[in-house]
């Protein structure tokens, strides 16, 4: 079974409005999460990666303020989009460790 | 340039066939190297470890080249199954996985 469950799979929203992605760790504790976005035929980019109990470390590029990280517990790690635009619509990805991936979420933003 | 490059293909391939295709990385420090399959709109499912020697995994057999900084994927008797995207992936760590470099993929599709 799945060791990294994300959540939702799948979501639209209007501009303006934010949406909260959760990604928790099932059958072990996570310190550190990394969250990916995938544009369509493109490779997954790092947005951030995710301390428990601290700040997240965000890559060159990418708005902290915009894409807000909590990860609160050592099994849940959350990512909520800000005012999204429908620049931001993509496949949003967060895994533990090389081998455990969410099954990420499509967001599209109309 | 990008980290990481690979055909996108599509390689299409008969059933029962070998294809074999490489990606490259640009980062002579790469210390650890895998291949992902990702079928479409799912999350990426790691293959295989790549290891120095040439590692094989049941039809699947991947080698590294560091002098030329690139490395390989062979299917053998493809199934129909095996249509996926093959992404190539690079760590630059040693102690952590936050620094995976993704290629964009190589699409497979293997016809009956």
């Known amino acids: 079974g799945a060791v990294v469950s994300q959540h939702p799979s799948w979501v639209i929203c209007k501009s303006g409005t934010s949406v909260k992605i959760e990604c928790r760790s099932l059958?072990?504790?996570?310190?550190?999460m990394f969250w990916y976005r995938q544009f369509p035929k493109q490779s997954l980019m790092l947005m951030a990666t995710?301390?428990?109990?601290?700040?997240?470390?965000?890559e060159q590029g990418v708005e902290k303020d915009k894409f807000l990280i909590n990860h609160a517990s050592l099994t849940l790690s959350t990512l909520t989009v800000t005012s999204a635009h429908p620049e931001d619509s993509s496949f949003y990805i967060c895994?533990?460790?090389?081998?455990?991936f969410g099954q990420g979420t499509r967001l599209t933003v109309v | 340039r990008k980290e990481v490059e690979q055909d996108p293909g599509p390689f299409n391939v008969p059933e029962g066939a070998t294809v074999a295709f490489n990606c490259t990385y640009s980062?002579?420090?790469?210390?650890?190297f895998f291949w992902y399959r990702q079928d479409c709109r799912k999350e990426p499912k790691l293959l295989m470890s790549?290891?120095?020697s040439g590692n094989e995994d049941g039809r699947f057999t991947a080698q590294l080249n560091r002098a030329s900084q690139y490395i390989s994927l062979l299917i053998r008797d493809s199934k129909l199954s095996d249509s996926a995207t093959y992404l190539c992936?690079?760590?630059?760590?040693?102690?952590?996985?936050?620094?995976?470099?993704f290629g964009a993929g190589t699409q497979v599709v293997v016809t009956p």
């Open positions: 895994s533990a460790s090389e081998a455990f």
């Open positions: 059958d072990f504790q996570a310190t550190t």
């Open positions: 995710s301390n428990e109990g601290s700040k997240a470390t965000y």
């Open positions: 980062n002579s420090a790469s210390q650890s």
């Open positions: 790549v290891y120095s």
């Open positions: 992936v690079v760590n630059l760590l040693t102690d952590s996985w936050g620094k995976l470099q």
